[in-house]
Each structure stands twice: as structure tokens, then as C-alpha cells.
T-cell receptor, first 114, second 111 residues
């Protein structure tokens, strides 16, 4: 069975601080996909990244970066120089090959204080 | 523009009533999904459909029903058997699981 764990329920940082959101996953499949979504107060999910299980390269997109480590089954997300607009709930999710549903973690609520 | 449309955005239901949430997509995606979100619970899967005229129960299907008569549409009915239906409902679709497009959600409140 698949499982995604986001141990941090809430994080609060001061603007311009760096912050890392943790994600640990479980799956028996060798082919799988990992995702991060942002959910602002409006409620809709904003796609941030998708990574397949065969690509362990870290990725950077502006102030966002992701560290994928299969050895520890982790897919952590770092925001550098956080801004107030980064305040949201962030979800890590996992899917297997094919049209299988996404399995979500419970989310981490990030508050960035000016 | 292609995307997923959920309606209504806000829905109020009296106890004992059935209500139907609409989800329509024009992305030509094969698979569609319904999730429920409660505070602190993340998103939990209610039902999903991988092809027309077929659907499977998710983790919390009790008290809900769905149909998939057309590729574009996957309505969710919240029945009176659902004891605590107040929640935020999100619909999604995917073309072979390589990316998931989400609607903007329906917030259901029991009054």
C-alpha cells in the first residue's frame, strides 16, 4: 500500500528565511511519481513539480528546490528566502504507473510572517 | 481553454437531502477522481473512474455515489447516508496518470 507522510503539521518562519518541508513516502512499486502542490487560501491546488522514480536529480526552480532521495524514500521541498505569498498549505503526493489515484500526505501549513 | 469545471462553488444542504456536485472536463482525459478535504486531514479519495461506465471506490466511499456516462463528466452525489458531509470537495482528471488537473473545488455545508 502507498503512504505519504508529512510530519510537519505547521511551520512558521519570518520573511527571507529558508524553510524545508519534509515528505516521506512508502510504495512497493519500482515505477512511481512524486508531486508537490500548493494550496493557497482560495482552495485550489497549484501544481509545483512532478518527479518520476528513475530521476533522482535535484531540481531548482527560482526560489524553490526539491531533494529526491530514494535511499531514504524522501522528497523534500525547500523555499529559499521565503515571502509572505508563500503562505499556504503544501501537499506531497504519490502515484503509481497508469491511471492510479494520487495519494496525498496530510499537508504542511506554512505561515511566512513579514 | 481546457480545464476542469466544478459547480457550484458553494453548496448548502439540509440534513437528509441528497445533493449532486458537478465535475466537467474538456481535456479528453480518461481518468477522473473525487477527493474530500477536511481540516488537517489532507485529501482523501472518494471514488475514481479510469474509463467511461466504470468506477472504483476509494478510501471513504460510504455515503457517496458516482456515475461516468460520458468521458467529460463525473458527478458526485452526496447521499443522506453520509453522516458528516460538510467538507471541501475536489475533482481531478488525468491522461494516464502523468499529470493531474484539479478543479477549483466545491465547499459543501450542511445547515
Amino acid at each position: 500500500a502507498q503512504k505519504v507522510t508529512q510530519a510537519q503539521t505547521e511551520i512558521s518562519v519570518v520573511e527571507k528565511e529558508d524553510v524545508t518541508l519534509d515528505c516521506v513516502y512508502e510504495t512497493r512499486d519500482t515505477t512511481y511519481y512524486l508531486f508537490w502542490y500548493k494550496q493557497p487560501p482560495s482552495g485550489e491546488l497549484v501544481f509545483l513539480i512532478r518527479r518520476n522514480s528513475f530521476d533522482e536529480q535535484n531540481e531548482i526552480s527560482g526560489r524553490y528546490s526539491w531533494n529526491f532521495q530514494k535511499s531514504t524514500s524522501s522528497f523534500n521541498f525547500t523555499i529559499t528566502a521565503s515571502q509572505v505569498v508563500d503562505s499556504a498549505v503544501y501537499f506531497c503526493a504519490l502515484s503509481e504507473e497508469g491511471n492510479t489515484p494520487l495519494v496525498f500526505g496530510k499537508g504542511t501549513r506554512l505561515s511566512v510572517i513579514a | 481553454d481546457g480545464g476542469i469545471t466544478q459547480s457550484p462553488k458553494y453548496l448548502f444542504r439540509k440534513e437528509g437531502q441528497n445533493v449532486t456536485l458537478s465535475c466537467e472536463q474538456n481535456l479528453n482525459h480518461d481518468a477522473m477522481y473525487w477527493y474530500r478535504q477536511d481540516p488537517g486531514q489532507g485529501l482523501r479519495l472518494i471514488y475514481y473512474s479510469q474509463i467511461v461506465n466504470d468506477f472504483q471506490k476509494g478510501d471513504i466511499a460510504e455515503g457517496y455515489s458516482v456515475s461516468r456516462e460520458k468521458k467529460e463528466s463525473f458527478p458526485l452525489t452526496v447521499t443522506s447516508a453520509q453522516k458528516n458531509p460538510t467538507a471541501f470537495y475536489l475533482c481531478a482528471s488525468s491522461p494516464q496518470g502523468r499529470g493531474y488537473t484539479f478543479g477549483s473545488g466545491t465547499r459543501l455545508t450542511v445547515v
